[in-house]
């Protein structure tokens, strides 16, 4: 399937069909291949693409998007839910993408301990099909161990208030606010976040108390509301191991029961569940009291 | 050398704790250095903490002094410096090497007097590697994964850990807990010494780097490189690999609107960010390729340049496991390091 890959690369980069190919590139360890971009046929020599190819690559197409002509990317079923996405925010235009959806036999990663496991986002996996795309490359192989994504969010909504501000007490007091998160995140493409900026008072370098974290989690989790697709990004970036997802499906859980279900990124058209509120039908902010 | 039983560790941390506040390895989801009590979960198997120990002697931010009205006036108070001594425990041999980077920063002149107090009050209990990584490559900085710098070094080994104090700071702390030490002979610490450094003789990155093309003689043909037009393209400028970095030491100093009062603090910084060196004209760094630049030519050039041509980075490979875009220095140094002509 690589071999397809970089065959089928090199024909588009040399008909002069796409200007350069945004990839996955060998790394020096079997489980560290780099997003990267090739631009000659050569590079293309050291295309790679295998169970640790997991970063989503559709994120830099917002810069793809800026230089001239067409970028080939490569996606993987639920990173092209990204890619709708982006399109439907503007932020990448369609047709300067050549889009080969590549199958996913699901996406692996090294822990400290140098064991291999299969990434929390293909236990649950549900994006199983390419939503958009040019051409297909490979198949697919189906992951999901459990059939509920929303299963650990109910373990958490089952706790009392005080439980379960201790539990995120616990995951948040972790962050170091590397960012890495929010910048892997295809949903947080601001030009200049709110945390950066130090305009407004808003720009975050320090900690107030050591719960602090919470801040810049709950706004970025609101923020991506009814955009974040799911895509596991920002818990398999975290270096402090922070079950973010847990957050956003949170998000998701609860957009699905208040206004239907919705999956982000399904197509690059239906606007989102909070940007087409409708006051007559639409659940009433009050219903956090009934809720609790 | 002297030896206490791992099973006696608990017992030990408890009596280094009654006579100064206690840091290490603990398991909260992941590993990092913590304060001890009882029911800690202490781990001194993880070779890598996610953090490095810089934090105890740079923390990630700290108030420097408050200014508040009083009348018409506006009163300052810096403030205090660290005084009660404290014991990090467990701190691998890179990371020890990294603080000794910090002190050549942070204690040539102007000396920072809050870093030079918490040095002064820390003393670093080092311990070997007994398992070192894949990702490790400390050899090339002249570490001795080994036989680590510290105040006391300990081995960890068979079913033991071994003691030796090396400075007057390390002696200080070996009387405070004499009674649970009992004398040991060298050999099992000789022959795990041994094995270590067989074993890091064999890791990849140990051997082959073209770090001797890193001189400031090539400055300007390093910052010129063409490879940098490629090395950037996929960072994220997160700031991931200079928040766990051990010998990142940049910082930004900023002011807190705290109601009552302004708290001046200073807190890491990070090149890879928009704002870093932000000034009333702009940013003398307007793009990623040159804020990725700056990270490597000041470890591996400037740096040296200023230090007796040594690099500040020591190999200790947290850049390599945890950079989501799995860019690293190690790839930096290959690539520049290709068409090495020296
Ligand atoms: S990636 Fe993890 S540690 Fe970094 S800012 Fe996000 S939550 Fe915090
Ligand atoms: S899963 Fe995380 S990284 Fe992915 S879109 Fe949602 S918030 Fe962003
Ligand atoms: S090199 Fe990696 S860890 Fe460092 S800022 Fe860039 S993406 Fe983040
Ligand atoms: S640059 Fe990377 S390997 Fe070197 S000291 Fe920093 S984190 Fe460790």
């Given at each position: 399937m690589q071999e397809r890959m970089?065959?089928?690369?090199?024909?588009?980069?040399?008909?002069?069909?796409?200007?350069?190919?945004?990839?996955?590139?060998?790394?020096?360890?079997?489980?560290?291949?780099?997003?990267?971009?090739?631009?000659?046929?050569?590079?293309?020599?050291?295309?790679?693409?295998?169970?640790?190819?997991?970063?989503?690559?559709?994120?830099?197409?917002?810069?793809?998007?800026?230089?001239?002509?067409?970028?080939?990317?490569?996606?993987?079923?639920?990173?092209?839910?990204?890619?709708?996405?982006?399109?439907?925010?503007?932020?990448?235009?369609?047709?300067?993408?050549?889009?080969?959806?590549?199958?996913?036999?699901?996406?692996?990663?090294?822990?400290?301990?140098?064991?291999?496991?299969?990434?929390?986002?293909c236990k649950v996996c549900t994006k199983t099909e390419h939503k958009v795309f040019d051409e297909l490359i490979g198949e697919d192989i189906q992951t999901r161990e459990k059939e509920d994504r929303f299963e650990q969010v109910s373990d958490v909504e089952k706790m009392s208030p005080d439980e379960r501000f201790g539990f995120w007490q616990n995951q948040l007091s972790r962050c170091i606010r590397c960012n890495a998160c929010r910048n892997v995140c295809p949903a947080c493409n601001c030009k200049k976040c709110v945390f950066d900026s130090g305009k407004y008072d808003t720009e975050q370098k320090a900690n107030v108390t050591s719960f602090e974290e919470q801040m810049f989690h709950i706004i970025r989790a609101y923020h991506v509301a009814g955009r974040c697709t799911d895509c596991g990004e920002c818990s398999r970036v975290c270096p402090q191991a922070i079950d973010l997802h847990l957050l956003n499906r949170k998000m998701i859980k609860d957009i699905n029961e208040l206004y239907g279900e919705f999956q982000a990124g399904d197509d690059a058209e239906t606007p989102g569940p909070l940007t087409d509120y409708d006051a007559d039908t639409d659940a009433d902010p009050s219903v956090v009291y009934e809720r609790g | 050398m002297l030896k206490i039983a791992k099973n006696n560790l608990p017992a030990l941390f408890a009596v280094i704790a009654k006579s100064a506040d206690l840091y290490l390895p603990i398991r909260k989801g992941t590993v990092n250095y913590a304060p001890w009590s009882e029911d800690a979960d202490v781990d001194l198997d993880t070779l890598k903490t996610v953090k490095s120990p810089k934090d105890f002697f740079l923390p990630q931010s700290e108030t420097l002094y408050t200014a508040a009205l009083a009348g018409k006036k506006i009163q300052l108070e810096a403030e205090p410096f660290a005084d009660t001594p404290f014991v990090v425990f467990g701190v691998k041999g890179c990371d020890v090497k990294g603080i000794e980077i910090l002190d050549k920063v942070y204690l040539s002149d102007p000396v920072d007097k809050f870093y030079e107090a918490r040095r002064k009050h820390g003393t670093i209990v080092s311990m070997a590697c007994a398992e070192p990584q894949a990702t490790c490559f400390c050899k090339p900085f002249s570490i001795d994964a080994a036989n680590p710098a510290g105040d006391v070094v300990a081995w960890m080994a068979d079913g033991n850990l071994y003691w030796e104090a090396k400075t007057e700071k390390g002696k200080k702390l070996t009387e405070i807990v004499s009674s649970m030490l009992e004398s040991a002979a060298d050999d099992i610490v000789t022959a795990q010494q041994k094995d270590i450094r067989q074993k890091i003789d064999a890791l990849p990155y140990n051997s082959g780097l073209p770090l001797d093309r890193f001189k400031a003689e090539r400055l300007i043909e390093l910052f010129d490189a063409p490879q940098w037009d490629s090395l950037y393209q996929t960072c994220l400028a997160c700031g991931t690999c200079t928040f766990i970095c051990p010998t990142c030491q940049c910082y930004d100093i900023k002011d807190f609107d705290a109601g009552e009062c302004v708290k001046r603090y200073r807190c890491w910084d990070s090149c890879m960010y928009s704002d870093f060196t932000l000034m009333a004209h702009g940013n003398p760094r307007k793009t990623q390729k040159e804020r990725f630049r700056q990270r490597f030519m000041h470890k591996l050039v400037y740096y040296p340049d200023k230090n007796d041509g040594e690099y500040s980075c020591v190999g200790c490979g947290r850049c390599v496991n945890k950079c989501p875009a799995s860019l690293n220095i190690v790839k930096v140094i290959k690539s520049l390091g290709v068409n090495a002509d020296v």
């Open positions: 970089r065959i089928r690369a090199k024909e588009l980069l040399t008909s002069g069909a796409v200007q350069r190919v945004l990839g996955w590139k060998k790394g020096d360890f079997p489980y560290n291949p780099e997003p990267a971009f090739f631009t000659a046929e050569h590079e293309l020599d050291d295309l790679v693409y295998d169970r640790f190819c997991a970063a989503n690559l559709s994120g830099y197409m917002v810069e793809a998007n800026k230089q001239d002509g067409k970028t080939l990317v490569f996606l993987k079923p639920c990173d092209t839910y990204s890619f709708n996405q982006l399109t439907k925010e503007n932020r990448v235009s369609r047709d300067k993408a050549w889009i080969i959806g590549v199958g996913c036999e699901g996406n692996a990663e090294v822990d400290e301990m140098q064991e291999i496991g299969l990434l929390e986002r | -």
